[in-house]
């Protein structure tokens, strides 16, 4: 594809408590190229978060090195060169959904009148138009994550990292928000780093599938997934995707019992 | 809560120096006063005398106690260090405070409003600091990831998150400003108040015991009213929240 944008080279984490050490990701490199849609997928505690955190500059690795956008992961942060989505909104309460949106670009600076219709266009965009006036606990669960998602993409970054955005959803939300997220990530070309565990999801969402061992996290294998696009709800019912959902299924570890966990709960097709 | 009352005061065949009938405290407030006023006139001098002090030892307290609250909230170093006398101030009785206060301010309206400060500030600092402190690890991250100044994550995320907490503080502190700017007229040499006036009713309760249980009422109705305001502001400022209780 196109220039590499993420690039994690041997990275190691421990997280060190007062119960002992805990390591949480061994050994992981990977590189993402501008415009691809990586997920990462794996049992619960396999590190995955902490990898994308660790891209965000938001956790240190012990070891290893982070660049992004061609810079260290620091750097990109302080230049703001991602945006965030985490498994919660994380929406401020006192602020209302428009008012959210503007945080990014209140924060770097800029204008009013430039916040104020660049938020609007973003909330359109993610259909809660309507919605500008509203606080959080006035909104779905849903419409929450997608201002969280219009929030994100305020400043226009070129990267989105995505940790578990639609975990806390139902099925049909989450199937719905699948979609539009496609939507959105075409019609801003943004390079996309997604944590899931959710096979169908990563499997829709994705050009690649990065899946990850329990822990301490390695990569266990990538799945490279072939479906045309643009995806669609047909799409689902397509063989093809029959297949890479079995491949990807069958990557997770079969010896763990938080895989088999997650086959039978995180899996949603037959 | 009349009925209840007068039912008490039948049912235990109490004596008016005990519990006086509610229309004799009511006729208390129509009585002549020796200097030829009526007493709801006396009274309502006094409360909005007492009332102010309380007003601006409640200001002077929040103040007080916010700047302590943030001062720990940024330093753990600080917070070790102070905290012990914060919390030793709050043991000691108030009215062992209180006349050394007037001793030292003057028996002016100033000294009573640092009394009632002196009750008002810890409850804010202990909420404010504590709501510093209780904010959500992710909306933190979100300002780590945005790479925001750690004065805009003061200013947009910690003090906003912790509103809440400061109301419910201020709710206390604002019954406990009243009590005391009231404690603070009790010392000898205070003129105005309703310190002053509960001193004086207490006096002479074997004669006129209405006349203390009218002052008992009109003080009450000072803290309900400072309560009440509280909560309207919160219900404006921190309408957002879903932990804002009903006023």
Not at chain 1, 32 to 38: L, P, W
């Amino acid at each position: 594809m196109g220039a590499p944008i993420i690039e994690l080279a041997d990275i190691a984490k421990t997280f060190e408590s007062r119960a002992g050490a805990t390591e949480a990701l061994r050994a992981v490199s990977l590189t993402v190229e501008a415009g691809e849609f990586v997920s990462i997928i794996g049992p619960s505690g396999c590190g995955k978060s902490s990898l994308l955190r660790i891209v965000g500059n938001l956790v240190e690795p012990t070891s290893g090195v982070a660049r992004v956008n061609g810079k260290s992961a620091r750097q990109a942060r302080l230049d703001r060169d991602y945006g965030i989505v985490f498994q919660t909104p994380v929406l401020y309460e006192w602020r209302t959904a428009l008012d959210n949106v503007q945080l990014p670009l209140e924060l770097a600076g800029r204008a009013r009148g430039e916040r104020e219709q660049r938020s609007r266009a973003l909330l359109r965009l993610v259909g809660l138009d309507e919605f500008a006036g509203h606080h959080p606990w006035q909104l779905s669960g849903g419409m929450q994550q997608r201002v969280s998602i219009a929030r994100a993409l305020a400043l226009n970054p070129s990267i989105l990292l995505m940790d578990e955005p639609f975990g806390a959803l139902d099925e049909m939300t989450r199937e719905r928000l699948n979609q539009e997220l496609l939507q959105v990530c075409a019609e801003t070309a943004a390079t996309v780093l997604f944590v899931t565990h959710s096979i169908a999801e990563a499997v829709f969402l994705s050009t690649r599938i990065v899946v990850m061992s329990p822990r301490p996290g390695r990569i266990e294998r990538v799945v490279k997934v072939d479906l045309p696009r643009p995806r669609v709800n047909k799409t689902r019912a397509l063989p093809r995707f029959f297949e890479l959902v079995t491949e990807v299924r069958q990557s997770l570890r079969e010896d763990s019992g938080v895989a088999e966990d997650l086959r039978s709960g995180g899996a949603d097709s037959p | 809560m009349a009925v209840l009352w007068e039912a008490v005061k039948m049912l235990f065949a109490l004596p008016s120096y005990q519990l006086p009938h509610l229309h004799e405290i009511a006729a208390d407030f129509f009585r002549e006063g020796a200097g030829g006023e009526r007493w709801w006139w006396i009274m309502a001098q006094n409360a909005g005398y007492t009332a102010l002090e309380s007003l601006i030892g409640f200001a002077l307290g929040g103040v007080t106690g916010l700047v302590l609250a943030v001062t720990f909230a940024q330093s753990r170093w600080l917070e070790r260090g102070l905290l012990p006398y914060v919390v030793a101030s709050q043991t000691v009785p108030i009215l062992a405070i209180a006349p050394m206060v007037v001793v030292w301010l003057g028996t002016s309206w100033f000294s009573k409003a640092v009394i009632a400060a002196y009750l008002t500030f810890f409850p804010v600092t202990v909420n404010m600091s504590r709501g510093l402190r209780a904010v959500d690890p992710d909306a933190l991250a979100l300002m780590r990831a945005l790479s925001a100044s750690s004065r805009q994550i003061f200013f947009k995320l910690r003090f906003p998150a912790s509103l809440p907490y400061l109301f419910t503080a201020l709710r206390i502190s604002a019954t406990a400003s009243v009590i005391g700017a009231i404690v603070g007229e009790l010392p000898v040499g205070s003129r105005f108040g309703m310190g002053v006036v509960i001193v004086n009713a207490a006096q002479y309760y074997n004669w006129r015991p209405a006349n203390l249980w009218a002052a008992i009422l009109v003080s009450a109705v000072i803290g309900i009213v400072f309560y009440r305001a509280v909560a309207v502001v919160e219900r404006r400022v921190v309408g957002w929240s879903r932990v804002v209780p009903a006023v």
